[in-house]
């Protein structure tokens, strides 16, 4: 036992002693041996020099394009910043051309069919413009349903007279529309802009307004109307003119239709005689200028469509001859009232209206003096009540203007 224990403590002993020893030099070369480790030892210093050297070289090289690259990359980063803000200037002006071209489009719309105008016409006085087509249309069916018992004659004829309005403003149109050729090349030009599809244009019609509104033109009957005008402004001709002051209580009743119990009185169609007012011709159709110059103001003109023809004189449309005070109204009755008339705008018995009150005082006329009117189913509406009332005029008195020349009557020695 004790054996064994001096055996362990030798043991200890010894790897104590080893441990504390210094650790043994590398093995060292000596002679062939330490030169050639020597020499390949060299050779490899020199490979790395080399190497390294080299890739002094290319981290060199890289820096460069590195640095050209960098500075290639600020030049595209401004110009696409430049880039960048050209095109939103760009889209923000296009965006304001797109909105302007918008809104031209939008006011150059059809208010009837919601497109571009095609034949834009413009409507008098309100000055509304609308496509030739859609005119055309809406004046032949408004009012709708109001010409169903009609033969075709006679729904030309009322389709012809009655009174237009225009669509948009409701306004009564008082000439025939006129083409606008500006809007027709602002118009053409959009929808060239837009690529839209061009409407086929067909031939023009001669006139696009027959069977819609009397001619505005001078028919050469006509033509007597204005050379009375022409010859007394310009040929020192006399004009025949009046105001009220210058008729006698007579006269004016006359005009008015208030004349006496005249019932032994011979009275015969009337005939033609020159206007009684001086007009100025201006800003006005030739259709308007006619009926002021003899009596007719706008008004009344507008309220019972008036016309005026050279051969048939003024003439007023009315609902009923039966109408009393406010409820007379335009409609298919015609009165025929001479080429004179007299509206006094002072009298406003009915409604603060002197224009119903005369057509009043004439309806009163008809049934009080029958002697004086001649009245006659009118044509085109048989059996229908509607009728025209011609105002006769005594037959002294039309011997006074036995022509229709206006010419020879301004030259006439007499009356000169």
């Keep these: 036992m004790q054996g064994w224990q001096t055996g362990i403590d030798k043991g200890k002993l010894k790897q104590g002693v080893e441990s504390s020893l210094p650790p043994l030099p590398s093995p060292t070369y000596s002679g062939p041996l330490a030169a050639a480790e020597y020499e390949r ?55 304001q051309k797109e909105e302007l071209l918008k809104a031209i489009e939008v006011s150059l719309q059809c208010q009837i069919c919601i497109e571009l105008i095609s034949k834009p016409y413009a409507l008098a006085p309100c000055g509304h413009i609308l496509c030739l087509e859609c005119l055309q249309q809406w004046f032949r069916s408004a ?24 669509p948009c403003c409701r306004a009564t149109v008082l000439r025939r529309p006129v083409p606008v050729f500006m809007v027709k090349s602002v118009v053409t030009a959009l929808r060239a802009t837009a690529a839209a599809p061009v409407p086929i244009q067909g031939e023009e019609d001669a006139d696009p307004w027959k069977g819609l509104f009397t001619p505005d033109h001078e028919s050469p009957s006509d033509e007597d109307d204005r050379v009375d005008y022409e010859s007394s402004e ?56 006619k009926m002021q110059r003899r009596g ?7 309220l019972f469509h008036m016309r005026y023809t050279h051969d048939e004189g003024l003439v007023a449309h009315v609902s009923s001859l039966d109408a009393l005070g406010a409820d007379v109204t335009m409609g298919r009755n015609r009165l025929f009232l001479g080429w004179n008339i007299h509206i006094d705008t002072s009298d406003d018995t009915v409604e603060s209206d002197p224009e119903k009150t005369f057509i009043v005082r ?32 005594p037959a002294e008195d ?10 020879a009557y301004i030259n006439d020695e007499d009356f000169m």
């Design 41 to 95: 030892m060299r050779r490899e210093l020199e490979t790395l020099k080399k190497e390294n050297k080299h890739a002094r070289k290319q981290l060199k090289k890289q820096d460069k394009v590195i640095e050209e690259l960098r500075a290639q990359v600020a030049i595209e980063t401004s110009a696409r910043e430049e880039q960048e803000k050209l095109v939103a200037a760009v889209s923000s002006k296009s965006l």
């Design 143 to 166: 009012p709708a349903a109001s010409d169903d018992d009609m033969d075709a004659e006679a729904q030309e004829e009322s389709i012809l007279h009655r009174e237009k309005s225009c």
């Design 234 to 289: 310009y040929d020192g001709g006399d004009f025949f003119d009046y105001s009220e002051d210058d008729l006698d209580g007579a006269e004016v009743e006359l005009a008015m239709g208030l004349g006496s119990d005249d019932s032994d009185a011979v009275y015969t169609v009337a005939r033609w005689e020159p206007p009684t007012r001086r007009v100025e011709f201006e800003n006005v159709s030739s259709a308007l200028w």
């Design 296 to 302: 007719c103001t706008p008004r009344l003109i507008m």
């Design 362 to 393: 004439q309806l009163r006329d008809i049934r009080r003096h029958p002697q004086r009117w001649m009245v006659t189913e009118r044509h085109g509406f048989p059996g229908r009540g509607i009728v025209d009332a011609r105002r006769l005029a």
């Design 398 to 407: 039309t011997e006074l203007y036995d022509t229709s020349d206006s010419e």
